[in-house]
């Protein structure tokens, strides 16, 4: 079998496809680079307000097939991004399982608390494919209507990520009690973690089933994790989700963005079933392009806030990433998401800066 930079490659006509993204994620370096953006889909576009409106509440939106479908395409048909990924939420997967969980306008997720081992029990247990079907359906639509160059991503949570979420309850500055039932309970807190990479590895399979090409799993509080536990909560579980979901689709790449994990990032690039390693804001582009770049595609990492400033600052960044990045499998992305008060022209004008760069 072919291999880039050390890595199995599923050549061209397994792939059946020339779609950029694609192509980056078995190890190809294409110009331009193929782009798009977390959370492209969202409150900054007017479009996106309107159906949000009419959905109701934001679960509602997440799991009316329909709806998804038309907020996931709305960001392709404004800019012609290299990518979409389904609108969905990484607590759906807790919601499949049992726990509360509902979205408060200014504040956030709320979720009941999951605390000890003993609460571990109010969790249902089975497949959450089960629960989700209407995610799946939304994945169906989209790949139906998507344009031929443009590949769509499934997404979960890691499970670090989505526990921090479920023991804390919402969002949280300092995880006291994730990392306080962690360190007290490693085994307790280690039920919580295989649970969720159960319940990913079959969410993740069941999107690529209805047509998602690539997934992404965000760890999304990568940085939040303990350097003595950073091996068994973090990078293992996302180490054996990914092993998963290759055995069961061999040909689907893989992205893991572990935000905040610094120098961490390595380890999960040089992994065999990591295909892409996204970095974030406070990485640099030219350490990412000498120490991910020889193991796996780099995904990032402009800053979300320039694309709220536009301008030259904005054209001169992304020139300077394309430079920095774009000799070996690059995407280009964001440090994190796209931010509510993004202009949507100032997308529109990154899209055109990362051709022009590339050019």
Not at 63 to 68: C, V
Not at 151 to 177: K, N, Q
Not at 321 to 350: I, S, Y
Request: hydrophobic share 45%.
């Amino acid at each position: 079998m072919l291999a880039v930079n050390g890595k199995p490659v599923i050549r061209e006509s397994v792939i059946g496809t020339d779609k950029p993204l694609l192509r980056v994620l078995r190890g190809e370096t294409v110009s331009p680079p193929p782009l798009w953006l977390m959370r492209q889909a969202g409150r900054y576009l007017p479009e996106y307000r309107v159906v949000r409106q009419e959905a109701g509440s934001f679960l509602d939106l997440c799991y009316d097939p329909a709806l998804a479908c038309e907020v996931t395409l709305q960001p392709i048909r404004r800019f012609h991004l290299g990518a979409a990924i389904i609108f969905s939420d990484i607590l759906v997967v807790p919601h499949a399982m049992g726990q509360e969980v509902s979205f408060v306008e200014g504040k956030g997720p709320v979720l009941s608390a999951v605390r000890s081992t003993a609460e571990l029990k109010t969790l249902s247990d089975g497949p959450v494919r089960d629960r989700l079907a209407p995610v799946y359906e939304a994945i169906r639509r989209v790949r139906a209507e998507l344009p031929a160059d443009v590949a769509l991503i499934g997404f979960a949570g890691a499970p670090w990520t989505v526990a921090s979420y479920m023991v804390e309850g919402a969002s949280s500055r300092d995880f006291a009690y994730l990392k306080g039932w962690a360190w007290r309970d490693r085994a307790g807190f280690g039920q919580l973690i295989d649970r969720l990479t159960a319940a990913t590895i079959d969410h993740l399979c069941a999107q690529v089933e209805a047509g998602a090409e690539v997934v992404q799993l965000f760890e999304s509080w990568a940085g939040a994790v303990p350097d003595a536990l950073f091996e068994a909560f973090c990078f293992r579980p996302v180490v054996r989700i990914a092993e998963a979901v290759k055995k069961a689709h061999p040909s689907v790449p893989l992205i893991v963005f572990p935000r905040g994990a610094g120098a961490r990032s390595v380890d999960f690039a040089r992994h065999p079933a990591v295909d892409a390693v996204g970095i974030d804001t406070s990485q640099s582009a030219g350490w990412a392009a000498a120490e991910i770049q020889p193991h796996a595609a780099v995904q990032g990492n402009l800053d979300p806030v320039l694309l709220i400033q536009g301008g030259r600052a904005l054209r001169d960044e992304a020139e300077r990433l394309v430079r920095a990045l774009g000799k070996g499998p690059f995407v280009f992305n964001l440090g994190h998401g796209v931010l509510p008060t993004t202009p949507a022209d100032h997308v529109a004008e990154l899209v055109d800066a990362v051709r022009r760069a590339a050019g």
